[in-house]
């Protein structure tokens, strides 16, 4: 089984930054971490989630919605198992609940790819 905890959500003004982390446990994941890709997305009340980055945890590769390109970088530490996402030059419409998954593809924006979720942490940008 794989856990995944998301911390460093808050309340920031427009223009700010935010780092978030997604913290890994589980037996089956850390013997398997090379084959998988840890994502993170997003979902604002009465929308859809939407896909914000992703990075191949073996290769380091990243990818990101066009929306955060420029904005948002996303990370990992593998001695640590955790991942991040650096939020700078927030805006209002970065308002969500920001959650973080692990897919077994090795690349994917697709939710439905991701096996395990966090709980999610709410990001606020105030105008």
């Known amino acids: 089984q794989v856990q995944l905890v998301e911390s460093g959500g808050g309340l920031v003004q427009a223009g700010g930054s935010l780092r978030l982390s997604c913290a890994t446990s589980?037996?089956?994941?850390?013997?398997?971490?090379?084959?998988?890709?840890m994502g993170w997305f997003r979902q604002a009340p009465g929308k859809e989630r939407e896909f914000v980055a992703a990075i191949n945890w073996s290769s380091g590769s990243t990818y990101s919605a066009d929306s955060v390109k420029g904005r948002f970088t996303i990370s990992r530490d593998s001695a640590k198992r955790t991942v991040y996402l650096q939020m700078n030059s927030l805006k209002p419409e970065d308002t969500a609940v920001y959650y973080c998954?692990?897919?077994?593809?090795?690349?994917?924006?697709?939710?439905?790819?991701?096996?395990?979720w966090g709980q999610g942490t709410q990001v606020t940008v105030s105008s």
């Open positions: 998954a692990a897919s077994r593809h090795s690349y994917t924006t697709n939710p439905k790819d991701y096996l395990y």
């Open positions: 589980g037996r089956s994941f850390g013997t398997m971490t090379m084959g998988w890709t």
